[in-house]
């Protein structure tokens, strides 16, 4: 991303001038041999389509890979899907050597316009559609209809029209249950810069861990490490019926965790890395594992140094792409997340502190370009990997 792209993603009054200029450039792929471009009206905006297909026989097509950008302000998949385009348009990348005949590559590079155009107070992170649902709840009802166990997936809201389209445009390859569907759904949360400062600021032998996610990152600093623990399970809950955890060690051992974990915060975050995780369903564990591992090698100097590159998504009974493929019986389908840090939790806050901090471009851009890196490198692993 150039600081001008920063600045007009910043000035939201005017952002219908950035989503043009977006849908513009995507539409710039139709020179490209193999590539299709198509959009589709909404009620809500354009959805923009782009599919790469080197073979035009359906009955030779072995795998689809789909790759989801923004369903609300995240820009990592976004600007990496830009960023693809460039390097095909440019030479680059090559699609003759990035893509074999028996694949399809289809990419939505921005499925929820109104929540791209309209950041509001009650929207600041842009999630919601016009109606107020979360559109990322909708995918296990759309592919996985049978499951009737997602008591948060919104059921009292019709399923919105950005979902029925995806799900037309996946449902011939999802009906031949010989293709193998891959779905990476890119998205950044804030949790990633907001959980470790808070571990390394309250942390006590009696702390309450509320998220899995702060579990995950005291069992990286243990892992990364080696620090020994005797009691099993290494976290607890002290009654069947409690809504958090504690951590199972002595005091010696955890005057060790908290120590190691401010030397963690001081090596990772102090040095501007980006922090990361792949998400995966119990089908997609190995693909995603593979995955995760591959991208995190090639760019571990520029991320946050990590035990696990990518976490299991069992922690959540909601209707994510991620958890989409456990709930259907269909073989061969493997649905996974790509996180990283949030850059726009409160998008209003972000556009004070640009006009307040002299080294907020500077900072931010660093720290955008790493997320859209790992994003694009992300892309051209999976469309390799099989």
């Given amino acids: 991303m150039n600081l001008e792209a920063l600045k007009a993603v910043l000035d939201i009054s005017n952002r219908n001038i950035l989503y043009t200029e977006i849908l513009n450039e995507l539409e710039q792929v139709k020179s490209l041999d193999f590539v299709s471009y198509q959009t589709f009206e909404t009620s809500e905006g354009i959805i923009p389509l782009i599919k790469i297909a080197k073979n035009s026989k359906f009955e030779d097509i072995k795998h689809v890979k789909v790759f989801v950008g923004a369903q609300h302000n995240e820009y ?45 107070r009650n929207n600041k992170s842009g999630y ?62 804030s949790l990633l810069e907001r959980f470790p400062i808070e571990l390394s600021t309250n942390l006590n032998p009696y702390y309450k861990f509320d998220h899995w996610l702060k579990e995950g990152m005291i069992l990286n600093i243990i892992k990364l490490y080696d620090i020994s623990y005797y009691r099993k399970p290494l976290f607890f809950k002290k009654n069947p019926s409690a809504d958090h955890t504690h951590l199972n060690l002595t005091h010696k051992q955890f005057e060790t965790v908290f120590e190691k974990l401010h030397d963690y915060m001081l090596k990772n975050q102090g040095k501007g890395k980006l922090p990361f995780y792949f998400c995966y369903s119990n089908k997609s564990r190995e693909y995603c594992l593979k995955l995760a591992n591959i991208v995190y090698n090639k760019l571990k100097e520029k991320l946050w140094e990590t035990y696990f590159p990518g976490f299991d998504h069992n922690f959540h009974d909601h209707g994510c792409f991620v958890r989409m493929s456990d709930a259907t019986p269909r073989p061969r389908v493997y649905s996974m997340e790509l996180e990283s840090q949030k850059h726009f939790f409160n998008i209003f806050e972000e556009i004070k502190k640009s006009k307040s901090d002299p080294n907020y471009f500077e900072k931010k851009l660093n720290l955008i370009d790493v997320s859209i890196e790992l994003a694009l490198e992300t892309i051209k692993e999976m469309i390799e990997l099989f």
């Fill in 76 to 120: 990592n998949g976004l600007f990496s899907i830009l960023k693809f385009f460039q390097l095909l348009r440019g030479g680059k990348v090559k699609i003759n050597e990035a893509v074999r005949t028996d694949q399809i590559i289809i990419f939505l590079p921005i499925l929820n316009p109104y929540g791209f155009l309209n950041p509001n």
């Fill in 128 to 189: 919601y559609l016009k109606n107020g649902t979360n559109l990322n709840r909708f995918w296990r009802r759309a592919f996985a209809p049978e499951y009737k166990n997602g008591m948060t997936d919104l059921n009292e809201f019709p399923t919105p029209e950005h979902v029925i389209i995806v799900k037309e445009l996946l449902q011939k390859y999802w009906d031949n249950e010989e293709i193998n569907l891959y779905i990476l759904d890119f998205h950044e949360t």
